[in-house]
């Protein structure tokens, strides 16, 4: 509930949430005010998959297609290629500057190596900016398929060094078929959820999320089960899902992102309690040294290398390697191997806490300052206060749309009679401020003005263009 109440606040200052998050589970733990003692790190990193499973899936299920199409390429680059050259800079780092042996700092830089930009997007939601279409799909498709590599690369090299192995050619067999196995369970397990939502009729409609929540849990077990990756099945499936005409699909929308906020709050407070602050001081400069190479060095050398030639001009690719802060899975990831048994577990825990804690709060409240700076974002519209959607048993063809009217578009100051509308899009409510209006033939639209239409999905476009002109 503090937490909760935090976001406002958070929001306020530009500090992302999940430092506020992390505080409040350090206030209660065994060394804060709240005095909980808790140090269960296989119930955490429990806690801590389940979590990120129903994270990585809401992602996936808000994820545009239309963004692939502007980023997909330059972010698996990132993801695979970027996740592997990240680790091994970071594990250069820890030998030769940490002293770490050579298994052990593969191991630490493994466990760094993936990004979160979900913090980056909450940040900039709430500072009423979103970023050009082609920076925010690289930056959203990359942390959402960035994770799996990391994963990957954080189990073998904890086997590796608890039996004393070099890695070998099936380091990166393995690594290609948990890859392909979870992309293969991922897309067909969101598909057959969604043949079956669209042929099943629940009695209630609450039922409806209910069924995707367990989808995304039984899509991860599957793929893990057979040998896959089950993060990367949580992600596809949501994709496909989300692309997909469902019915009461506002609802399982609000539903997935509620679950998501908790998942957050959960894992970000529970890592909290976890964590000793008396324990961090002791590698306070080995952390700092690390995050500020990662953010300094490593993160800008992998993202300016790898995307040359992928289109993105200079301030792009800036922003991009700016972006790439780290979050929770790195945490969680730094769980494995201490709870497996590997000599210096709990100072790469310790570390990769510190350097978490760095990276959020040194990328995350200035992600946005940059975007402006590099004129990479556009002032997003306040929606209005009111919601109309369909939401029904059954996927009717038509949905409801809303456009603000701009000053400089076609439409202010014209009479709704006087619209070039499509044969088949109906005006449904305006919304001018506090008031709602129902329009009749003769209401002028005035600059502001929130019009939500019913529109087949055939002239959709069409209505579009009406209102961008």
Not at 69 to 74: K, L, N, Q
Request: proline letters at 4%; a positive charge; one cysteine or more.
């Amino acid at each position: 509930m503090l937490a909760l109440l935090a976001l406002r606040y958070a929001y306020r200052t530009g500090i992302p949430v999940a430092i506020f998050f992390i505080l409040v589970g350090i206030l209660a733990g065994s060394e804060g005010i709240g005095g909980i003692a808790f140090e269960n790190y296989s119930f955490a990193q429990l806690v801590g998959t389940i979590s990120l499973v129903i994270i990585l899936f809401d992602g996936g299920f808000h994820t545009d297609r239309k963004l692939f199409r502007v980023g997909i390429r330059p972010a698996l680059i990132l993801s695979v290629l970027g996740t592997f050259a990240t680790a091994l800079l970071a594990a250069a780092f820890a030998v030769w500057v940490l002293k770490f042996g050579w298994l052990e700092g593969l191991l630490l830089g493994s466990v760094v190596s993936s990004t979160d930009a979900a913090a980056v997007f909450s940040t900039l939601r709430k500072q009423n900016l979103t970023l050009k279409k082609r920076v925010q799909a690289v930056l959203e498709i990359e942390s959402g398929s960035n994770d799996p590599p990391a994963v990957y690369m954080t189990i073998a090299f904890t086997a590796l060094v608890l039996r004393g192995e070099k890695p070998g050619m099936a380091f990166l067999t393995g690594f290609f078929l948990q890859m392909a196995l979870g992309l293969a369970f991922g897309y067909f397990g969101g598909r057959a959820a969604g043949w079956v939502l669209r042929r099943v009729r629940f009695d209630w409609p609450s039922l409806y999320p209910l069924f995707t929540l367990i989808l995304s849990l039984f899509v991860f077990a599957c793929a893990n089960l057979a040998g896959g990756s089950g993060f990367l099945a949580a992600y596809v499936a949501g994709i496909v899902l989300g692309n997909l005409q469902l019915p009461f699909k506002p609802l399982v929308s609000r539903f997935h992102d509620g679950m998501s906020w908790l998942a957050q709050l959960l894992m970000f407070v529970m890592l909290g309690l976890l964590v000793f602050p008396s324990r961090l001081l002791e590698v306070t400069a080995a952390a700092v040294g690390l995050a500020l190479f990662l953010m300094l060095v490593a993160r800008p050398l992998v993202a300016w290398t790898l995307l040359t030639g992928s289109g993105l001009n200079f301030r792009e690719r800036t922003l991009v390697a700016w972006g790439g802060l780290r979050g929770a899975v790195p945490i969680i990831l730094a769980i494995y191997p201490l709870t497996q048994g590997v000599a210096h577990g709990h100072t790469i825990f310790n570390i990769v806490f510190f350097v978490v804690l760095l990276s959020v709060l040194c990328q995350g409240t200035t992600v946005g300052w940059l975007a402006r700076r590099l004129g990479l974002h556009q002032s997003t519209i306040q929606p209005p206060p009111l919601e109309v959607e369909i939401a029904a048993w059954h996927v009717f063809d038509g949905d409801v749309v809303l456009f603000r009217v701009e000053e400089a578009a076609g439409v202010a100051g014209k009479a709704v009679r006087d619209l070039v509308l499509p044969s088949e899009a109906l005006a449904m409510l305006i919304v001018r401020g506090e008031e709602t209006i129902p329009p009749r033939g003769s209401t002028v639209l005035l600059t502001g003005d929130f019009v939500y239409f019913l529109v087949k999905q055939k002239d959709r476009l069409a209505l579009e263009r009406v209102f961008q002109n």
